[in-house]
């Protein structure tokens, strides 16, 4: 390969684990002209960053995905250039919630080079340190420019005759500017990109018949485990959960503590950690099939189950069904120019 082909450029899109990880490695080769890391949040740590206040009055939206939930901003012309602030929910804010305790053994989770301040499983607040302290560790810290979205990624291609050269990447960027309160657009072309931007921001909730209107119904009766702090807020409530992995799994645990008894779960799979009985406290119930609105005693609502079995006037509905990937105009990337 020709000189001018080598990628001497570089950019990474978060400063999470795999951000850390990947910054360190290259910073390592000694060989790049220049590494950035871009990252959204005001500091490294990724999913382990703690959002004590998660906004959980955002619109709770069934079966729609990343594309709809979180579209691409519109991308002012003639960069750079300063705006006003974009205020459009961008799903950064994390879903770690306060008891959250690591559910893999720090030998796993660490990287070969560094241990967690100790072990085998430690509260969320032990990877989100390792994570930012790597980066002063490899003296990594100076690559990262912090409050700063990724918001396209266009590919630049090389001249068809001139075979020297390689296609490059132009990024586009917002960084959010709090001592102004403005944001700050601008452009930077790189011969390669890392993405590292993780999995669990935009939370999912399946569609299931009559939850569009008993939505409408009852507003903040139906949540996302994302938006899940504490089960304090829970205290004598009917909560029915949605899902039986790790989340589905922690927050019917938890709220036994406080929720009126029992914590309904609903399950579509047996999980790694059932027995063949609910733990005390907790009655497991199938796939929700209907949503009732105007049923119930003085209409306050029913839940059909799979079996035909029925809950009426619950207070909480918290769906644990997971995550969708989102990385807005990225999909299209490889076939489009800039
Ligand atoms: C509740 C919960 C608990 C978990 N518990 C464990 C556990 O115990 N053990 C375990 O091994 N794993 C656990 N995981 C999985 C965990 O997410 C991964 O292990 C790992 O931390 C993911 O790291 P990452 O760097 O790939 O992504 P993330 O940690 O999500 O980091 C991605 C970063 O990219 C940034 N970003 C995203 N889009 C952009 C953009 N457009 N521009 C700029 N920056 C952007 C984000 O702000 C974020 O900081 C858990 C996940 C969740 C949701
Ligand atoms: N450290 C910890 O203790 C901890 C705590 C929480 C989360 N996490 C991590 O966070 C990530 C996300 O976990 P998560 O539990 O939030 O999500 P998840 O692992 O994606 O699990 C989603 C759950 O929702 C169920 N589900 C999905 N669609 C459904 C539908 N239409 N109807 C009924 N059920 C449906 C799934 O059932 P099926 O199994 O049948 O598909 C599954 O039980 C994982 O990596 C997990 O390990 C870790």
Redesign the pocket.
Known sequence: MGGEKRVRSVAI????????VTASAFKAENYFERIRV????ES??????YDANPQPELPVRPGSLPPDLDPPLEIPSNLPRVTAPDRQE?F?K????DS?????PDI??CYSDARFAYGP?VP?YI?RQY?ENYFSLHKTDSLLELN????DVARIPAEPNDSGRRDAWKLT?RKRDPLRDVDLWWEETFDAVVL??????VPYIPQVQGLDAYIAKFPGRVVH??YYRSPRVYADKRVVIVGNS??GHDLSSELVSTARLPVYQSRRSKSRWDGDEPPEGIEWKPVIREYLPDAGRGGGGRIVFDDGSTLDDVDAVIYCTG?KA???R?ASWACRGP
């Open positions: 899109v978060g400063a999470g684990a795999a951000g850390a871009f990252e959204r949040r490294a740590g990724g999913t382990w960053i961008r950064s994390t879903p770690v919630y959250l305790t690591t559910n893999v796993a989770m499983f969320h990877p994570v700063t979205t990724v918001e960027l590292a931007n993780g999995h669990y921001s485990s994302k790790a989340s995550y989102s990385s807005p990225w």
